[in-house]
């Protein structure tokens, strides 16, 4: 593995982390009965989750910008490898930023700082639409793992084929070699 996929592999896991984080509050949210202490609860996780200090999120979207580089870096060797796997990862990458900055941004903000026509039902919605935009992102950040492992895998089988190849060149040119020394 080289730096480049460490790249990838370390933004993407750290997204992940930080979204496992925010499912116990999520999965409350979209698969129970919602009641006041839930709901006051999400309210609550998400002000503090919020109103981080600046440096926590540039961290978080300093982790963003890595990944999106480390994709585009290793896309920029432009093989079939590169072309499937890290093409399709930088797709879903991207998905996953854009879901975070169209939905889960928005509803951070409804959540923790409503405008004057945000009514609590407003809140409410936009906390369930905000869960519902971190389980995608959970989703499709799961997608550009596998696509990632499956290239690690894909690149292993063809060194395994090949060198096997190699040896059953050898193998005949060498016994064709002893068959030339008969003669």
């Known amino acids: 593995m080289g730096f480049r996929q460490g790249a990838v592999l370390a933004s993407c896991s750290f997204f992940l982390g930080v979204l496992f984080i925010c499912f ?18 999400g309210f609550q996780f998400y002000a503090t989750f919020f109103n ?5 999120k540039a961290v978080l979207h ?13 896309l920029h ?14 797709v879903a990458y991207i998905f996953a930023v854009a879901v975070y900055l ?10 923790v700082t409503p405008a004057d026509v945000d009514t ?7 906390l369930r639409i905000l869960s519902a935009g971190n389980t995608i992102i959970m989703v499709v950040l799961g997608a550009v793992l596998v696509l990632q492992g499956g290239q690690e895998y894909a690149r292993r089988a063809e060194v395994r084929e090949l060198a096997k190849i190699e040896a059953e060149l050898k193998a005949k040119g060498s ?4 068959k030339d020394k008969k003669e």
């Open 24 to 41: 116990f509050v999520d999965y409350r949210v979209l698969h129970q009965q919602l009641t006041d202490e839930i709901i006051e609860d």
């Open 52 to 56: 981080a200090p600046p440096a926590i």
């Open 62 to 74: 300093g982790f963003m910008g890595v990944g999106i580089l480390g994709l585009v870096a290793k």
């Open 77 to 90: 060797k432009y093989d079939e490898s590169a072309i499937f796997f890290d093409g399709s990862s930088l």
């Open 102 to 111: 169209a939905v889960s941004v928005p509803s951070l903000r409804t959540i």
């Open 120 to 126: 609590r039902a407003d809140r409410i919605e936009a």
């Open 175 to 178: 016994a064709s070699a002893g």
